[in-house]
């Protein structure tokens, strides 16, 4: 073989592993959704996972639940409380909503779950009737106190402010924002309030099929 035979066999080589590189990137690209559409969705995925802490919560039957040990299933927390008088109840509605539109295989891949911000009132008993208006399939967690509920909601990025618990029929600032717990037990993203159902729809189903 002559040098410009070698020469240009190498330019050869080196063009079809390009190709071959931006053909995978590109079918990769498929595979994981089109990152546009998923932040049209109010979807935002971190560039790297965040570990929960090690805070035990109550859910609605009384048993207890490590926050860092929601795994086997893509969780969708929202903080909120059921004394709530318009973004809970609005946003459990939707989800709800969003949940009887989603195909079954991503049903069985997704829990909405209520982290209580007002421990002082909302005790299982409380969550489980509650949530039982909008889906007895949504998980409700209590915390042992607003300390512990604190940790959870700083390292999520979720911001709430304590109420004054001895003013009667007080209430509580939060955020409308989801967090977005990997079946891996760490927290994979945000979704934005306020939440658009249709867009939710198409999306919700993208995240946990190829995330």
Not at 173 to 198: C, E, K, M, Y
Request: a positive charge; one cysteine or more.
């Amino acid at each position: 073989m002559t040098r410009t035979q070698k020469t240009v066999f190498i330019l050869v080589a080196l063009i079809a592993l390009i190709l071959g590189l931006t053909v995978n990137k590109v079918l990769s690209g498929k595979n994981q959704g089109d990152p546009t559409a998923l932040i049209d969705a109010g979807i935002i995925l971190l560039p790297q996972s965040r570990s929960l802490p090690d805070v035990t919560m109550t859910n609605q039957d009384g048993q207890p639940v490590t926050i860092n040990e929601l795994k086997g299933k893509w969780s969708l927390l929202f903080f909120g409380y059921t004394f709530c008088p318009d973004i809970c109840p609005t946003t459990l509605a939707q989800l709800r909503q969003i949940k009887s539109e989603l195909p079954p295989e991503a049903v069985d891949k997704l829990q909405i779950v209520l982290v209580s911000v007002d421990p002082n009132r909302d005790t299982p008993k409380q969550l489980k009737q509650y949530l039982g208006y909008f889906d007895p399939q949504f998980v409700g967690l209590t915390p042992k106190s607003t300390d512990e509920l604190q940790k959870v909601a700083n390292a999520v990025s979720i911001p709430f402010i304590p109420a004054d618990t001895s003013k009667p029929n007080y209430t509580v600032d939060h955020s409308g924002n989801l967090a977005v717990i990997g079946p891996d037990g760490t927290q994979r993203g945000f979704i934005r309030a306020p939440l658009n159902n249709a867009k939710l729809v198409a999306q919700l189903p993208v995240m946990v099929k190829n995330n």
